[in-house]
């Protein structure tokens, strides 16, 4: 969960990065609308722990400040409108925000202030901008973060078209929708203009971009990289859309980082036909391998869950050696929960604690092969980005740096790294 403020306008987001683009922006058109006391929580569902943390945040602010107005977006507001509604928020559609931020906060504002004038015993009415019909027509804006970030994230596409049994995205968002290349260059341009040297492209099913407007994600980086942008980074990646073109931009050029992040989900292949996933396991490690030969350097990363419906120990157990099988140093990696309105709920269900024991194990098993691989950095050179704090940052690789001495935020420095220090490793400028 992460919090933004724009004078008496809070955003708190909660999940992914395509989430925290998006509350940015919606932070930055707050300060252009001046809206009123409002806090805005950009909340998730991508499992019902992350639902449970919304609705405790939302009911305590509606407690403990009940002169501001609370307003709830995202994928929880949008599978539980009616729920966050009758706690006394305002519910704003995910369509409504990623249709225009500024729109969505000029109606937050006007909301804010009809709540100031009514009675205090009469309960606010529900506010939504609820645009069920005709997602698909709905364009969708690039949405940039803040320039207090070293890095800026640039959200490129929402929703998913692929309908995975497991997951309540395309029910929160829609199916695919791309913002145009045009767009996206615009907000590009504007994070290369405030010095942030570092772009991370992230969507709901970033490799889909395009399909919807006959373009692709490796036309879009191709576009990119023709500004004098320094880094380039891609959040998650369906394995099964990672073409010549894109395979070759991730293996051919310097300026796209070499940290590939894979939506994988399971390392067995029963789990995955029941997940409706469209790539198997072989498939996973034989894109790791060819990756890893063309570029050695490049780390990876993947989605795992666990516990899904109908897993044995043996598919488990599969799963538990697709870490070392595809070198996964970077796992993200959670319990399977069962979503309302989706194929996987009405499957037999492995149960919580299962589920959880195994994410466990599974989180164990990756934090084994992430030190490793920091262990085998040790002396090696190569350079990283300082965040805001002077001190910490992240390699091309994604390894977690930090700097015995400090150095200018936002700079990219040459570094030698030095020992681990548990999940993160020490590192040196040197002269490059």
Not at 54 to 64: I, P, T
Not at 109 to 116: I, L
Not at 266 to 282: E, F, I, N, P, Y
Not at 403 to 414: F, M, N, Q
């Amino acid at each position: 969960m992460s919090v933004a403020e724009a004078g008496r306008v809070e955003v708190v987001n909660f999940g992914c990065r395509l989430n925290l683009a998006e509350g940015e922006a919606i932070r930055a058109a707050a300060t252009r609308a001046a809206a009123p006391d409002t806090i805005v929580f950009n909340s998730c569902a991508v499992t019902d722990e992350a639902v449970r943390q919304a609705r405790q945040a939302v009911r305590r602010a509606l407690r403990e400040r009940p002169d501001t107005a609370v307003v709830v977006t995202g994928c929880a507001a949008e599978l539980e409108a009616e729920r966050f509604a009758d706690m006394g928020a305002r519910v704003v559609a995910n369509d409504a925000k990623g249709l225009t931020a500024s729109y969505q906060v000029e109606n937050i504002a006007s909301s804010s202030s009809a709540r100031a004038e009514m009675d205090d015993a009469a309960p606010p009415p529900p506010f939504a901008l609820s645009l069920p019909k005709g997602r698909s027509s709905l364009p969708y804006l690039p949405a940039l973060s803040g320039a207090d970030h070293a890095r800026a994230f640039l959200g490129v596409q929402t929703g998913c078209s692929h309908s995975c049994t497991f997951c309540a995205t395309v029910l929160a968002r829609g199916t695919a929708r791309s913002a145009t290349v045009g767009s996206i260059l615009t907000a590009a341009r504007t994070a290369i203009d405030r010095g942030q040297r570092e772009i991370v492209l992230t969507g709901v099913d970033l490799a889909s971009y395009g399909d919807d407007s006959g373009t692709s994600l490796a036309a879009l980086v191709e576009a990119l990289l023709r500004l004098p942008l320094e880094r380039l980074r891609l959040s998650s990646l369906d394995p099964a859309r990672i073409d010549d073109a894109l395979f070759a931009l991730l293996t051919q050029d310097a300026r796209i980082m070499p940290h590939v992040h894979l939506s994988l989900q399971a390392g067995d292949d029963m789990v995955l036909t029941r997940m409706k996933r469209r790539h198997r396991r072989a498939d996973a490690v034989r894109l790791v391998e060819r990756l890893k030969a063309a570029r050695p350097e490049i780390a990876i990363g993947a989605d795992l869950i666990a516990g899904f419906p109908t897993e044995d120990a043996a598919m488990f157990a599969n799963s538990l050696a697709l870490i070392d099988d595809c070198d996964i140093v970077f796992g993200h990696i959670f319990p399977y929960s069962a979503r309302g309105g989706t194929p996987a709920a009405r499957m037999p269900q492995v149960g919580r604690s299962a589920a959880r024991d195994r994410a466990a194990r599974l989180r164990e098993a990756n934090a084994r092969r992430r030190h490793a691989w920091l262990d085998r950095l040790t002396g090696s050179t190569t350079t990283m980005l300082v965040e805001r704090d002077g001190r910490t940052g992240h390699a091309e690789n994604f390894a977690a740096l930090i700097l015995a001495t400090p150095a200018e935020p936002g700079a990219i420095v040459p570094v030698r790294a030095g020992a681990r220090d548990g999940d993160r490793m020490t590192a040196e400028r040197i002269s490059g």
